[in-house]
């Protein structure tokens, strides 16, 4: 099988992996302890979380604090709803901002969703039109999981400064995988998308920024924000891949640029969906014109790949975000997604490619 869904998830690396092992802990060893117990074991496991907390802190700005949870979505819920004033965000955000909208309004707090450019961008103007003094926060990601396109965090940031309001960014597909230096009050991340496990992530909060309130209570771990009790192993995998990621990032980025241009010249014919330029070259958004993707999905099994988001997949629905950048309901469903990074060779993407193109041609386009 060929893998190209990496804005889904990304496999495991070695490190990580091996990290884990260890505070799995048998009967027999002494790396189970519960991190939050003061005897010699849980002294142990704490360490270990806490060497895990300063790698995954490498990757973002300096001098803020890093808070554990058990993804990006729960991260950007703690901020969304945690967070006095208004909000503002952009029609392309993950659901895991857009279905907020309920509970924020349920606060008496009003959720504004924003158009974006034809291109897939943030836009600030019309960020700059709808902000007021009664805005206290504004969302907006890194980059899109759906398009790859690129956000113009520093104009985002600029504007909310100006009025006063805080700014959460969802970094999900930046982190590690790009340098991530937004000026923000908060950044959400999830260890799965950059080679480490599922079930854990963590929430960036600025060094001049107030810690939103807590959602989950019972201890008062996490600085009593996110109580409950830590994996140390989830914790040593993220920050074994966290450092895997720092260690090797400018190499990482020159191998998905090569990459992409591989893929772009083997998918030759088909349009690209979103911003040319500013855009992330690990996600290769396309169309043709009539494909019946579901019909394309099963002629290619063995290559794995997305036909949007797999937090909407089977909803039957076109992309919200392809529908925000203006393309029709067929236009959206003809669309596929491929995503590649640090483990996916050249020859995966030209096998991958020469399958999917036959196929394309099969239903005689």
């Not at 960036?204 to 810690?211: A, H, V």
């Not at 993220?238 to 998905?256: D, K, P, R, T, Y």
């Not at 039957?316 to 959206?332: C, F, M, Q």
Request: proline share 5%; charged share 20%.
């Amino acid at each position: 099988m060929i893998y190209l869904d990496y804005q889904a998830t990304t496999p495991l690396a070695p490190e990580a992996r091996e990290a884990m092992l260890r505070w799995l802990g048998g009967p027999d060893s002494d790396t189970f302890g519960n991190p939050h117990s003061p005897h010699r074991m849980g002294r142990m496991a704490a360490a270990a979380v806490e060497t895990a907390r300063e790698r995954v802190g490498a990757l973002l700005p300096p001098g803020g604090k890093v808070i554990f949870t058990s993804g990006a979505t729960e991260a950007i819920n703690m901020v969304l709803q945690g967070t006095p004033g208004d909000v503002i965000t952009f029609a392309t955000e993950h659901a895991a901002v857009l279905d907020c909208a309920r509970a924020v309004a349920a606060q008496g707090r009003r959720f504004t969703v924003l158009p974006v450019m034809p291109d897939g961008r943030a836009d600030v103007d019309a960020l700059k039109a709808a902000i007021t003094s009664q805005t206290g926060l504004v969302a907006v990601m890194a980059i899109n999981n759906e398009i790859g396109v690129r956000n113009p965090l520093s104009q985002v940031v600029a504007c909310a400064r100006q009025m006063g309001a805080r700014v959460l960014v969802d970094a999900v597909q930046a982190y590690a995988r790009v340098p991530v230096e937004a000026a923000a009050d908060y950044i959400a991340i999830s260890a799965h998308k950059c080679h480490g496990p599922k079930g854990i992530g963590a929430l960036w909060i600025g060094p001049d920024s107030r810690p939103p309130l807590a959602l989950v209570h019972g201890g008062g771990q996490e600085a009593s924000l996110r109580s409950g009790t830590l994996s140390p192993a989830l914790c040593a995998g993220f920050g074994a891949a966290a450092q895997v990621a720092e260690e090797g990032l400018a190499e990482q980025m020159f191998h998905v640029e090569h990459l992409w241009n591989v893929a772009r010249a083997a998918f030759a014919g088909w349009e690209l969906n979103g911003s040319v330029i500013d855009r992330w070259h690990g996600n290769l958004n396309i169309r043709r014109d009539g494909l019946d993707v579901g019909r394309l999905m099963s002629d290619c099994r063995n290559v794995m790949f997305s036909a949007g988001s797999a937090c909407a997949s089977g909803s039957g629905r076109p992309s919200h975000v392809l529908k925000a950048i203006g393309l029709t309901d067929l236009e959206a469903k003809s669309s596929i997604r491929l995503g590649f990074g640090r483990y996916t060779s050249v020859a995966d993407i030209e096998t991958a490619a020469a399958m999917i193109n036959a196929a394309v041609k099969e239903q005689g386009l």
